[in-house]
């Protein structure tokens, strides 16, 4: 909102200045009086007239003073087809139009200078208003635009003139001198009507027949005026709009470089048409911080992420292989014989990343004592069996040797303990129930 209103301002404030300075390139036409001369003596207005030229110089000067507020009548007398004239202009209704254009003219002079005054501070709201960045491009499109509609109305009038002079005339007269349109209107609107009106003058009037001749060499100049007057607004409107991206462009050329990669291969003389492309189409409110970065040699434009790649799930493996190749115990352990052993004996692992070792069993040299032990061991392969040979692997990569048991040649002793051994499977289990080898043979020699 605030950079609309601030445009706004801006191409009020190129029409207002337009203004004031055509009405017053005008004035400077109508001072000339070495132009008006000559166009008398190019247009042959003497020979029409039966008036000298210098009568004619001075007669249009009484008539220009006397609109400037310079002069308090338009009283002239001149020599006219051979007679004096005390006063050439003694028609009724070149007096009173007189009057009324010098009101006219007094009053667009005043209003010049007031639009000159609020042109100014059109102006300055116009460049304070907008956003910062945004002050300068809105400036120049003001002004463009402001030149372009000034000139865009004077191409449709100067149209219309050429076309039909005598409406446009009419319709000109009506604006600038809206009392005659009013007065036209209450008397009915008709050709009778308008001919009463104070600015249409008769054909024998010596103010029509010495003006009409000159009039459109003084219009051409005072268009010529104008058109330079708006070109020159033009120039400055364009020249404002687009110098921050010349600025830019030159900031990129001169400050900025390009860091290559080892690998890739460095650009030779050129410019980077990449980046040139970006600027070219970057919004006007990134202009100014281009520029920023362009005097403290930063990158212009900021590199696109990449986007993160997702993690990769770890899957921790554990060393620990009694607690990775456990197996939960079998439902048929509660009738198992073998209740009484801990719980290493019955987890058996799945894949042993390792060969079992080989167990080993150590042998006595009591063969008093050894004969008994195997007999045992034989009938309950659990019962006094170390951990280590309980825990079997699955797929043993090499099976472990046999181990060697030296029986007693004592055939009694041995077939008695092996019926022992077999009525009480689990006899080394609790304490008391099994007796040592020593007592066994004791009992069997009291016997």
Not at 303 to 325: F, H
Not at 348 to 367: A, F, K, N, V, Y
Request: net charge negative.
């Amino acid at each position: 909102m605030r950079n609309t209103i601030g445009k706004l301002c801006v191409i009020l404030a190129t029409l207002l200045l337009l203004f004031a300075a055509g009405f017053h390139s005008t004035a400077l036409v109508l001072k000339d009086s070495d132009y008006i001369e000559e166009q008398y003596q190019k247009q042959n207005v003497s020979e029409l007239m039966g008036m000298s030229v210098p009568d004619l110089s001075a007669a249009t000067e009484v008539l220009l003073s006397y609109m400037r507020g310079e002069r308090e009548n338009i009283h002239f007398a001149a020599r006219v087809n051979g007679a004096e004239l005390e006063n050439i202009f003694y028609h009724e209704k070149e007096v009173v139009h007189m009057a009324e254009v010098q009101s006219l003219w007094l009053g667009l002079d005043a209003f010049s200078w007031y639009a000159v005054m609020a042109a100014a501070a059109l102006l300055v709201t116009g460049i304070a208003l907008p956003e910062r960045g945004k002050r300068r491009p809105i400036f120049g499109s003001g002004v463009i635009w402001g030149a372009g509609i000034f000139g865009g109305v004077l191409v449709f009038f100067g149209a219309w003139a050429i076309m039909n002079f005598q409406s446009f005339w009419t319709v000109f007269h009506f604006v600038l001198f809206p009392g005659s349109l009013f007065q036209y209107l209450a008397a009915g609107a008709t050709p009778e009507a308008l001919n009463e009106l104070n600015w249409v003058l008769s054909s024998d009037s010596i103010m029509v027949n010495m003006l009409m001749p000159i009039f459109p060499g003084l219009v051409l100049r005072c268009a010529i005026f104008v058109i330079a007057e708006i070109a020159f607004v033009l120039l400055i409107g364009l020249m404002v709009r687009f110098i921050g991206r010349k600025k830019v462009t030159e900031a990129v050329a001169d400050i900025v470089t390009v860091e290559h990669d080892a690998n890739e291969p460095v650009a030779i003389d050129g410019p980077d048409l990449v980046l040139a492309h970006q600027i070219r189409n970057a919004p006007v409110s990134k202009r100014e911080e281009l520029r920023r970065r362009a005097k403290k040699g930063l990158p212009l434009f900021d590199e696109p992420q990449k986007p993160e790649a997702p993690e990769e799930p770890t899957i921790e493996l554990r060393d620990d292989t009694e607690e990775a190749g456990t197996t939960p115990q079998s439902p048929d352990g509660d009738s198992s014989p073998c209740t009484g052993e801990p719980e290493e004996t019955s987890e058996q692992p799945e894949e042993p990343s390792e060969e079992p070792e080989e167990p080993t069993i150590e042998l006595r040299d009591d063969t008093e004592e050894t004969t008994p032990q195997s007999a045992e061991a034989d009938s309950n392969p659990c019962a006094g069996e170390p951990e280590e040979t309980r825990e079997q692997p699955e797929e043993p990569s090499e099976e472990p040797e046999e181990p060697t048991i030296e029986l007693r040649d004592d055939t009694e002793e041995t077939t008695t303990q092996s019926a022992e051994a077999d009525s009480n499977p689990c006899a080394g289990e609790p304490e008391g129930i099994n007796e040592q080898p020593e007592e066994t043979e004791r009992k069997e020699r009291d016997e």
